[in-house]
């Protein structure tokens, strides 16, 4: 199975900070990186496909980049509903595999 | 709106059975890849299981292969999960999942429903 590594686990931020998410694979994956948005009481929300796609409807603020193992989400001015856990997910492999998850509270 | 509903969960003592199930809505269903992905209580996100479109193909996280069993009636519009030898460290909100047909990611996700095992 290809391993994820999410970092940090938690980070506390202010409104109008720029956050950074990491997310390594154990092995390459090309581009086959997701990232989604869960909050509690609802259905997690996709935010990238392919590492760098933004999904229809979300906010142009967030951006994702990498390829290969390293991978990273940036929110570029975190605003008060981005306060969440973040998960990145490979599609890579027929076993698709989550990273642990980034909770991102208010500072 | 496209949608995904899921319904079957409930409490199950450890070593019974389960079955859930999710009916899609207002998108051709047969066309598309399902899955199944789970979060235990404070715990992250699990990805379960996948079917093929044509219900040809089928994947299992290891921690639920020979257990678990993944189906589909595409003629109902109804992805399936049959859960076998339930333990404990299953229990969890198990979500249905749509993977979009131009992205290889979950685009639609329904509402969840709870599988809680204990005696």
């Known amino acids: 199975d290809i ?4 970092s940090p686990s938690s980070l506390s931020a ?8 990491t997310c390594r694979t154990s092995q390459s994956i090309s581009n086959y990186l997701n990232w989604y948005q869960h909050k509690p009481g609802e259905a997690p929300k996709l935010l990238i496909f392919d590492a760098s796609s933004l999904q229809s409807g979300v906010p142009s603020r967030f951006s994702g980049s990498g390829s290969g193992t390293d991978f990273t989400l940036t929110i570029s001015s975190l605003q008060p509903e981005d306060f969440a856990t973040y998960y990145c997910q490979q599609s890579y492999s027929p076993l698709w595999t989550f990273g642990q998850g980034t909770k991102v509270e208010i500072k | 709106e496209m949608q995904l509903v899921e ?5 199950v003592q450890p070593g019974g059975s389960l079955r859930l199930s999710c009916v899609a809505s207002e998108f051709t269903f ?3 890849w399902m899955h199944w992905v789970r979060q235990a209580p404070g715990k992250g996100l699990i990805w379960v299981s996948r079917i093929k479109s044509d219900g040809s193909n089928t994947d299992y996280a290891d921690s639920v292969k020979g257990r678990f069993t993944v189906a589909r009636d595409n003629a109902k519009n109804t992805l399936y999960l049959q859960m076998n030898s339930l333990r404990a460290d299953d229990s ?23 599988v809680t095992v204990s005696s």
């Open chain 1, 14 to 21: 202010s409104v109008g900070d720029r956050v950074t998410i």
């Open chain 1, 3 to 6: 391993q994820m590594t999410q």
């Open chain 2, 30 to 32: 047969s066309n598309y």
């Open chain 2, 7 to 11: 319904s079957g969960g409930g409490l």
């Open chain 2, 92 to 114: 969890a909100v198990y979500y249905c999942v749509r993977v979009g047909g131009r992205t290889h990611a979950f685009d639609i996700w329904g509402q969840g429903t709870t």
